[in-house]
């Protein structure tokens, strides 16, 4: 894949996603509201970054445009060396589900459906016929191998929150975003799910975009992003749950 060109800027191959002077205004007028303001990032190949700050500082917006969910009010975003706001609705959709995976909060699993069956929908809406084999391996991945028969109210919380991440990967995505993965579990079962996410940057190379609001799954990332009022407020690369809150902290206290 060659570079692409973003304002002047170079982003390079080893970038997955890079977000260019990124705005997104919602409402007009009296009733505007900036969500995000002039935001530039980068994120590698191969890394875990989380992504934090105050509530209403744009971190939810920031996921929803950079996976291609929402097109910023200015500015550009790239996936996987594709200019997003050069595509048309059908190859944007194309792009995010071919190449974009996304985990809720909420699991968002089919209750009727057994976990193979689940992880198999996104290849079936594509028109895929689903490989038996590459659902067993996705499932294998998450820790779940076992399990595939079982549907989602045979399943723990934590169990079925690796379902859908075996849904998100199973198309092999460039990126897989995160928004609050754990904020529906206990700590224990959250630092279970954490520790397969890191897993999944150490030994296959998947590059992780996570939203969260607590220090200790933002210490399993390789950086921590700070976002305040819509813009970036620094970085934390090599974080460590204290040296998360302590700047969480400052952020609050600076509002």
Do not use: W
């Amino acid at each position: 894949m060659s570079p692409a060109r973003a304002t002047g800027t170079l982003v390079t191959v080893d970038t997955t996603v890079a977000l260019r002077s990124v705005r997104k205004i919602y409402g007009t007028r009296a009733a505007a509201v900036t969500a995000l303001d002039g935001v530039t990032l980068d994120f590698a190949a191969g890394t875990f970054t989380a992504v934090m700050g105050p509530s209403g500082s744009g971190k939810s917006t920031l996921l929803q445009c950079a996976a291609g969910l929402d097109r910023p009010t200015s500015g550009e975003v790239f996936v996987a060396g594709e200019d997003l706001s050069r595509l048309s609705e059908t190859k944007l959709t194309i792009l995010r589900r071919d190449r974009i995976g996304f985990v809720f909060q909420s699991f968002n699993l089919l209750p009727s459906l057994t976990a193979e069956l689940n992880v198999a929908l996104p290849l079936r809406l594509a028109g895929r016929r689903p490989s038996r084999r590459d659902v067993r391996a996705v499932l294998e991945a998450v820790g779940l191998g076992d399990r595939g028969r079982h549907r989602p109210a045979e399943l723990s919380g934590g169990q079925q929150q690796r379902v859908a991440i075996a849904r998100a990967l199973v198309t092999r995505p460039a990126v897989l975003f995160a928004d609050e993965p754990t904020g529906a579990l206990d700590s224990t079962t959250g630092r279970e799910v954490l520790t397969m996410l890191r897993g999944l940057v150490d030994h296959n190379g998947q590059t992780i975009v996570m939203v969260t609001h607590d220090p200790v799954a933002a210490s399993y990332a390789d950086r921590v992003v700070f976002l305040a009022d819509g813009r970036v407020a620094g970085e934390l690369v090599g974080p460590t749950p204290e040296s998360v809150a302590a700047r969480m902290t400052h952020l609050e206290v600076a509002r």
